[in-house]
């Protein structure tokens, strides 16, 4: 894995990953590409028990990190005991199946 890009749009600044067609925060259709440094560090983090259909296990980790850059970003958290401000590297792996097609996204794994 080496490149990620991520979008940040040009009209509020939301960072999105991965690409949305239109904004979540205002809808509007214009990004900027923005490439996030591969390392940062943990903000803030959610175990979601309930996952809808297509993931593969009973729980997990979402976490939204913070690149060395200032970028953004939600991911999968892949360290067994997540801690706030822990060191992560961003990795791109598959995070769950739709039928039987893979789907890719960002993860992040203790650095
Ligand atoms: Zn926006």
Redesign the pocket.
Known sequence: MSNITAYK?K??G?VMYPHHFR?L??H?REFEEITPSEKGKLLTFTIVEQLPWGFDERGRVLGVVEFDNGVKALGVILAESPKIGMKLKAGWDSVRMIGDQKVYGLTFEPA
């Open positions: 749009c009209s509020c939301l904004c925060q205002c509007k």
